[in-house]
């Protein structure tokens, strides 16, 4: 009799070994490699022969295309990120720090669903029925019709949610709980997480029903499992937040039906979620408009302007290799800022603490932000406040040559409408509106920027400049 054959999986990449090791050769994690039964996936086992595949009914390109229908939840922010609504027959997945809000946020949503006469099924791996009510009542969710269960084995979820009408939304919290009868593995584990995400998927492209699944993150802040759970699901989402700070992110990393890259922003209160409809606000409400050091930032994330100020605090000091402290910010790109200023602009920073912090606990992704770092940094180091009216977006290049950026007619309209008169933004940008009430002072290179602070000359200019 032939000896059953073994193999180690790895629990954070899924990478496959032939022997147990003590260290991922995948990713370089240690102590995550975990020995599983290969024959206890969906389709195999013990002396069971290849199923006889039958045919699928092949089409031709053309044809009429059926517009898959969105289900809005009323919510504003959240119809945001998922680009209109929850698709149906769709697979969604959200990821998000431990106790930022992901329960929160999906009680909300399914709360709000039933209220407009939606099915909702919210299955709880995590809770029990009365934990996920006391939630409900505190949200004010307790009146509506969801239906609510507390199950982690995957055979009996698909038993419940197939029984009567189709729901049109099945919310499972969370995938990491999920264990299925054909894999032979604990729950948790790469087979496991791989097989339940398979089986939930399954049912909703056969049925129409929109899954909504949560998933952990990693110390890393990726989610956790395997990669290949996020290459399945149609949308991947992320919740976002610091805890210092009462507001969160939704943000859409994968969206096959719409969008990436668009952002919902939350402010988590004691009675759940609030929506904010203007973030740029919610990021400027506390500024002090004569300190030195600090720049409006006019951001794009996805489709929606966001406006944030960027402080810089530059410091002599007397170590031997001087501090460089980034929060919100890629450090590797402020490096960058700090050797074009020194080489190009005489910026001499060599001897000085360099501190850098975004607002409000948001991060910056995007390298439109470099004017604004590079404004903040020198501005810090003269001691010279920067107009209070004015915003300030840009690429810099290693020339030390400012670059446009995308949607600038966008920044400029979203810092109007909050009443700032003045920017500083890239030459030659491409869509510069036309007639617009707002002054602007377009710069090609840096060290004009860094010259007109250093002699505080940066001012708004009295008639408009258009290039």
Not at 232 to 241: H, Q
Not at 412 to 441: C, M, N, T, Y
Request: proline share 5%; hydrophobic share 40%.
């Amino acid at each position: 009799m032939a000896k059953a054959k073994t193999q180690f999986v790895c629990q954070n990449c899924g990478t496959v070994h032939s022997r147990w090791a003590g260290k991922c050769d995948g990713c370089g994690e240690w102590n995550t490699i975990v020995e599983e039964d290969p024959m206890g996936g969906i389709g195999s086992g013990p002396g069971k022969m290849p199923k006889k595949g039958r045919p699928v009914t092949l089409t031709s390109l053309s044809g009429e295309i059926e517009e898959a229908p969105r289900i809005p939840t009323g919510m504003g922010e959240l119809d945001r990120a998922t680009g209109g609504g929850f698709v149906r027959g769709s697979a969604v997945l959200i990821g998000g720090d431990p106790g930022i809000g992901k329960s929160t946020l999906l009680m909300q949503a399914a709360a709000a669903l039933a209220r407009r006469g939606h099915r909702i099924i919210y299955v709880s791996g995590e809770e029990a029925v009365a934990q996920v009510r006391l939630r409900a009542q505190r949200l004010g969710a307790a009146d509506t019709d969801v239906l609510l269960a507390a199950e982690t084995n995957v055979e009996d979820i698909l038993a419940t949610i197939s029984e009567g009408k189709r729901p049109d939304l099945v919310i499972i919290d969370s995938i990491q709980t999920l264990w299925s009868d054909t894999a032979d593995s604990a729950p948790g584990t790469v087979t496991q997480v791989r097989t339940g995400v398979q089986a939930m998927i399954r049912f909703a492209k056969q049925t129409g029903a929109t899954m909504v699944l949560v998933g952990h993150v990693t110390k890393e802040g990726q989610i956790a499992g395997p990669r290949v759970v996020e290459h399945m699901v149609d949308a991947v989402l992320y919740f976002e937040g610091d805890r210092g700070h009462h507001y969160r992110i939704l943000r859409t990393v994968k969206n096959r039906f719409g969008p990436t890259d668009e952002i919902g922003v939350f402010e988590m209160s004691d009675k759940g979620l609030r929506e904010v409809a203007n973030p740029s606000e919610l990021f400027l409400g506390e500024r002090n408009e004569k300190a030195p050091g600090a720049a409006v930032f006019a951001g794009m994330e996805g489709t929606r302007p966001v406006l944030v100020e960027v402080q810089a605090l530059v410091a002599a000091t007397s170590l031997g290799t001087p501090r460089r402290a980034v929060v919100g910010w890629d450090s590797s790109r402020l490096a960058m800022i700090l050797a074009v200023l020194e080489a190009h602009c005489g910026v001499r920073l060599g001897q000085h603490d360099v501190y850098l912090n975004v607002a409000g606990g948001y991060r910056i992704s995007e390298p439109a932000a470099d004017m604004a770092i590079a404004s903040a940094l020198v501005s810090s180091l003269a001691g010279l406040a920067l107009p209070a009216d004015c915003v300030y977006f840009g690429e810099v290049s290693l020339s030390g040559a400012v670059r446009p950026v995308a949607h600038t007619a966008q920044r400029l309209k979203e810092a109007e409408k909050l009443g700032f008169s003045a920017a500083v933004l890239p030459a030659a940008s491409p869509d510069l509106p036309k007639g617009s009430q707002g002054k602007w002072r377009e710069v090609d290179s840096l060290p004009d920027l860094v010259a007109r602070i250093a002699g505080s000359r940066l001012k708004a200019p009295t008639d408009q400049e258009d290039g």
